[in-house]
C-alpha cells in the first residue's frame, strides 16, 4: 500500500525550465524525503525535510512541506538534460516497523529535452 | 569507499527453483531493506532487518525470506520461484541514529530477475 502518490506521474520539459513535482500522502510522518532513480540505477536520496520544517533548499531542489494538506512539492530549478530520471518521494514510519522504514510512491517520470 | 553491492545483476530462472539473491554493504549499518519494483506499483518492501538475528515482514513477503547473520549481508531467497516473482529487487541499508529519526536509505544497483 502506497503512503505517497506523485502528481504528475510523468513530466516532460526543456531544459532550463522548472520542474515541479508534487507528493501527498495519508498518515502522520515524521519526515518526507525525496530520491532519485536513473534508467536501470538504484535510488538515490535527494533531500529529507522534517514534520516541522516547511521549506528546505539543496542546490537546484527546493522541497516545500504542508502538514495541514499532508502535501509535499519537489522544485527542480534551471533543470538539465541530465535531470531526467524518475523520482520518488517516500514517508517514514512506514509498514509494521518505526526504525527507519520508509514508504514509497510510485514515482514521477521526469524528461528534460537539451 | 563504503558502498552496498547486490550479486548477481542479472539472473534468469526456472518457476520452482530456489534462488538467492546477495546484498552486502560496507557501511556497518544497522538497518538492510529488501524491495521490489514493478511497473505501475513502485516500490515494496519485502522484508526487512534492524540488525543481526532480526528479521521482519515487508508488505509483500510471501514466497520470500531471508536471514542476517552479520551486520554487512541480508541475503534473499525465493524458495520456490514463481513467474509472478519476476522483478527488479533492490537493497538498502539505514542507519539509526540515537535521538534522531532520520532515515535515509543507501540503495544498491538493483537485481533483474526474470522467472521462466
Known amino acids: 500500500s502506497q503512503q505517497g502518490e506523485e502528481d504528475p506521474q510523468a513530466l516532460s520539459i526543456q531544459e532550463g525550465e522548472n520542474a515541479t513535482m508534487n507528493c501527498s500522502y495519508k498518515?502522520?510522518?515524521?519526515?518526507l524525503q525525496w530520491y532519485r532513480q536513473n534508467s536501470g540505477r538504484g535510488l538515490v536520496h535527494l533531500i529529507l525535510?522534517?514534520?516541522?520544517?516547511r521549506e528546505k533548499h539543496s542546490g537546484r531542489l527546493r522541497v516545500t512541506l504542508d502538514t495541514s494538506k499532508k502535501s509535499s512539492s519537489l522544485l527542480i530549478t534551471a533543470s538539465r538534460a541530465a535531470d531526467t530520471a524518475s523520482y520518488f518521494c517516500?514517508?517514514?514510519?512506514?509498514?509494521?516497523?518505526?526504525?527507519?522504514?520508509?514508504?514509497f510512491g510510485k514515482g514521477t517520470k521526469l524528461s528534460v529535452k537539451p | 569507499d563504503a558502498e552496498i553491492t547486490q550479486s548477481p545483476r542479472h539472473k534468469i530462472t526456472e518457476t520452482g527453483r530456489q534462488v538467492t539473491l546477495a546484498c552486502h554493504q560496507t557501511?556497518?549499518?544497522?538497518?538492510m531493506f529488501w524491495y521490489r519494483q514493478d511497473l505501475g506499483h513502485g516500490l515494496r518492501l519485502i522484508h526487512y532487518?534492524?540488525?543481526?538475528?532480526?528479521?521482519n515482514k515487508g508488505e509483500v513477503s510471501d514466497g520470500y525470506s531471508v536471514s542476517r547473520s552479520n551486520t554487512e549481508d541480508l541475503p534473499l531467497t525465493l524458495e520456490s520461484a514463481a513467474s509472478s516473482q519476476t522483478s527488479v529487487y533492490f537493497c538498502?541499508?539505514?542507519?539509526?541514529?540515537?535521538?534522531?529519526?532520520?532515515?535515509?536509505?543507501?540503495f544498491g544497483p538493483g537485481t533483474r530477475l526474470t522467472v521462466l
Open positions: 517516500a514517508t517514514g514510519g512506514g509498514y509494521g516497523g518505526s526504525q527507519g522504514n520508509l514508504i
Open positions: 557501511w556497518n549499518q544497522n538497518n
Open positions: 525535510i522534517r514534520s516541522n520544517e
Open positions: 498518515t502522520s510522518i515524521n519526515n
Open positions: 538498502a541499508s539505514s542507519e539509526t541514529r540515537p535521538g534522531r529519526r532520520d532515515n535515509e536509505q543507501f
Open positions: 532487518s534492524y540488525g543481526v538475528q532480526d528479521t
